[in-house]
């Protein structure tokens, strides 16, 4: 009789489980394309936007110009990232993909960085990138490629990654994005510039720093 209770517990997880994977894998609709507010009460809020009454919907609402303009990589970095997600293009919502064209000046980087809801495919179209990412712990190994025109590099959602420009002439390349928002986190943006400011001891002790160091860095404007 002491099993009883062990099977019960599998039978209603079976259960429960079956239920779950019921569930629909994808939208309801057509689309849903985003608006910043809804008029009526009965609008419809969907992953964090209200959805365009679709009568109403046009051809904009899924279309985006200018990405054949170079960005401006005059800072400190030499990169400079133009996003197209459902930001700029409301019609995204609700279908999970983005992109966004990278420029980069000569040795330009795109800081270490996270897309903690996306994993990323890049085709670079000119020059030439170091890029590369690191797996999470315990092995943190670190994987990376030398990339040419035509190269395709993917990058696993939620790891830190870097593109590099080797080159002596400027870079470009393109990045899907498997969401509408990816998000972002550039690592050293949100370490050391962070509001208000981590506590230096911790900055310190983590990364092995002298704190006049870590005071330092903060004092920059990320």
Known sequence: MQ??????????????????CASDPGPLQDFCVAIKDAKND????????????????????????????PGNTTNRLGSKVTSVNVEQIPGLNTLGVSLARIDYAPYGLNSPLIHHRATGILVLLQGTLYVGFVTSNPDNRLITKVLY??????????LIHFHFNIGETNAVAITGLSSQNPGVITIANSVFGSNPLINPDVLSKAFQLD???VANLQSRLW
């Not at 099993?3 to 779950?20: D, Q, R």
């Not at 959805?51 to 279309?63: M, N």
């Open 3 to 20: 099993g009883v209770p062990v099977l019960l517990a599998i039978s209603l997880f079976t259960l429960a489980f079956s239920f779950v």
């Open 42 to 69: 009965d609008a419809v809020f969907v992953n964090g936007k209200f959805c365009k009454d679709p009568k109403l919907v046009t051809a904009q609402d899924f279309f985006f110009s200018g990405l054949n303009v």
């Open 149 to 158: 025109p035509g190269d395709v590099f993917v990058f696993p959602a939620g």
């Open 211 to 213: 704190k006049n160091l």
